[in-house]
């Protein structure tokens, strides 16, 4: 159901363009509005100025009806029902407790020690040596 309403609002839409387009412009804008086409004289204000109202109602038809339709299965939540544990936002990391009187940089090595799971900062292991080629 959705889907066709939505077809029908974009042809809607491109019916509202394509009228508002062929209107005749009142303002000079430079002599390029003017001129003679299919349509002319008052038969032309009436009928485009008729379409464009009609196609703009469906315009606001359509989309308050797209709009009940997204909101129609969507049950009413509340902040307040909800556990404080699953209100962090996803992705956000999570506190991590640090001792009192440390420095940014011991919180730092603390941190990153939390999330590698080692208990104790690792030796840096040393650059691994070429092996030289024996000569005969």
């Known amino acids: 159901m959705q889907t066709v309403l939505i077809v029908l609002h974009l042809m809607i839409v491109i019916a509202l363009v394509a009228t508002v387009l062929l209107q005749r412009s009142e ?59 699953s209100r962090t936002a996803p992705g956000a990391p999570t506190p991590v407790p640090v001792a009192p009187g440390s420095n940014v940089l011991d919180q730092i090595q603390q941190i990153d020690r939390q999330k590698s799971g080692a208990a104790t900062p690792a030796a840096p292991a040393a650059p691994a040596q070429p092996e030289v080629p024996k000569s005969q």
Request: aromatic letters at 6%; charged letters at 10%.
């Open 27 to 85: 303002g000079g804008a430079l002599g390029v509005g003017g001129g003679g086409g299919f349509m002319t004289g008052r038969g032309q204000a009436n009928a485009l100025t008729r379409a464009t109202a009609i196609l703009g109602t469906a315009f606001f038809v359509t989309s308050l009806a797209l709009t009940l339709l997204a909101h129609y299965n969507r049950a009413p939540k509340s902040i307040i029902d909800v556990p404080a544990a």
